[in-house]
DNA sequence: TGCTTCCTTCCAGTCGACTGGAAGGTCATC
DNA sequence: GATGACCTTCCAGTCGACTGGAAGGAAGCA
C-alpha cells in the first residue's frame, strides 16, 4: 500500500510516516517503479505499536530502542520492562514537581481571594506572588 | 550596576538578562559612555519577581502580563489571581495526564514481570507493550 | 489533453527558555 | 603596552515531535 493508505489506516499523517522513516523508526519501504513508498501490511502493525507506546508515555528514542532489539529477534521483555521502569521513575519526579507547583498555586490563589485589591498598587510589589512565607 | 553584578545578585547568567530584555520582560536599562547596560537596584527585585513567578509555574509570557499590568500601576492582584487560576487547571490536567500514564506504566510493569522473556521471540510482537487488555 | 489527487524531495518553522560562540570594544591593573 | 576580565551585538543551535509549503513527477479518469 501507498503512504496515504497507510496514514489514513493508522491514523497517523503522511508527514509524520515520513518523520519516523527519517529518524530511523520505521524502516524504508519498498518503491514502485514510479518511486512511491510501497507499504507492507506489517507497517500498519509497527505503526501501531508506535502509538501504544508512545501512549504509555515512552519517547520515540525509547521506543526505538524497543524497536531495534525487536528487530534484532532478542528477547525485549527484559529491556521493555527496564526502560518501563526507568520511566516510571520519571513520571513520578513529574508528578511531585506538579503536585508542590499546585500546592504553591493554591496558596497563591487564597491569599489572592484574601487581599483587598485597591492595596495593590506598589508597581514594584504584588502581594500575591510575593511575600511567600 | 552591570550586567555581570545583576547577574550575580540575582542567580541568573547575563545571556538570560539580555534574553528577557529581547522580550520586553525587563525594560532596556541606561546605558554607560561606553555602552554597557547599567542597571538600577530595581532590577534585582524585577528579577526576583519573574523567578518566584516562574517557580510557581507561570510562563514568561503569563509573567509578562502580569508585569505590564504592574508598570501601569493597575492593580494586579485580580489579573494575577485569574492567571493562577487558570494555570491551576492546566497543572492539574497534567497531573491527570500523567496519573493515567503511571498506572499504564505499572500495568506494563507487571506484565513484564510475569512474563517469561524466552516467549518473548517474535519480532513483531512484544507481550510487554502489546496485548493490554 | 486537461484535471484532480496523490506522491516525491527538500528546506524551514513551530513552541519555550534559553545557551554557545564569534568578532570586536572597554577598563583596570601590572 | 600587554594582559585579562568584562562588556557589546548578532546569529545560530538546542530539545521533541512533528508540520507547512514549494516545486515538480505520476496515476487515473472524462
Redesign the interface.
Known amino acids: 500500500m501507498r503512504i496515504g493508505e497507510l496514514a489514513a489506516t493508522a491514523a497517523v499523517s503522511t508527514k509524520t510516516i515520513r518523520y519516523y522513516e527519517s529518524i530511523g523508526l520505521v524502516r524504508e519501504p519498498e518503491r514502485t517503479r514510479s518511486g512511491y513508498r510501497d507499504y507492507s501490511p506489517?507497517a500498519v502493525?509497527?505503526l501501531r505499536?508506535i502509538r501504544?507506546?508512545q501512549?504509555?508515555?515512552l519517547t520515540l528514542a525509547e521506543i526505538q530502542s524497543?524497536l531495534e532489539l525487536?528487530?534484532?529477534?532478542a528477547?525485549?521483555?527484559?529491556h521493555?520492562?527496564r526502560l518501563?521502569?526507568r520511566?516510571?521513575v520519571d513520571?513520578?519526579a513529574?508528578?511531585t514537581r506538579?503536585?508542590i507547583?499546585?500546592a504553591?498555586?493554591?496558596d497563591?490563589?487564597e491569599r489572592?481571594?484574601a487581599?483587598d485589591?485597591?492595596t495593590?498598587?506598589d508597581?514594584?510589589r504584588?502581594?500575591?506572588?510575593?511575600g511567600?512565607p
Open positions: 506489517a502493525e509497527r505499536f501504544e507506546a501512549a504509555t508515555g524497543v525487536k528487530d534484532a529477534g528477547a525485549s521483555c527484559d521493555t520492562r518501563v521502569e520511566h516510571l513520571i513520578d513529574q508528578i506538579l503536585e507547583a499546585r504553591e498555586l493554591l497563591l490563589a489572592a481571594d487581599l485589591p485597591t495593590c498598587t508597581p514594584n504584588c502581594q500575591v506572588i510575593e511567600s
